[in-house]
């Protein structure tokens, strides 16, 4: 996947970088969806975009950054390659594995279910979880 340089307030790009935080879940969503309209993406397609954005803003504040600050940042726009659009969710934390078990653990499942292209990588200095749709 191709990522320009992106010129800050560039039209039809989505582009915010946050605290990791319980507040970052809520307004990266928001984010997200007034992108999804600007975008004119149908209703079905905008709800599935909308999702897992959520799930990989909320990944990164569960799971990299629950015990240090930390931040992740949110990029949306054309694909540089091709048509459609590519979305980009990042952190700079270190993954931890959840210690309690339950009900959940099903984000990377919905990520890939629900973008027609993804890929997610971790490394010490954080993780990307790149998608992208031909629309």
């Known amino acids: ?5 992106i010129p800050p ?3 039809g790009w989505l582009r915010e ?29 905008a709800d599935a975009v909308v999702l897992i954005v959520d799930e990989a803003v909320t990944n990164a504040v569960e799971h990299a950054c629950p ?9 949306a726009g054309p694909r540089a390659c091709g048509g459609g ?17 339950g009900y959940r ?9 629900l973008s027609e292209r ?3 990588e971790s490394s ?3 993780t990307a979880v790149r998608l992208c749709w031909s629309r």
Do not use: Y
């Open 17 to 45: 970088r946050r605290v990791a935080d319980a507040s970052a879940v809520r307004v990266l969503r928001r984010r997200m969806q007034h992108w999804a309209a600007e975008a004119h993406l149908d209703e079905e397609l």
């Open 85 to 101: 659009f590519a979305v980009l969710v990042t952190d700079d934390g270190v993954w931890k594995e959840p210690t309690a078990p």
């Open 9 to 11: 307030g560039a039209a």
């Open 67 to 75: 015990d240090r600050e930390c931040h992740v940042e949110l990029v």
């Open 1 to 5: 996947m191709c990522w320009p340089e």
């Open 124 to 126: 010490d200095a954080g």
């Open 105 to 113: 653990g099903r984000g990377v499942q919905l990520i890939r279910r």
């Open 118 to 120: 993804s890929s997610i």
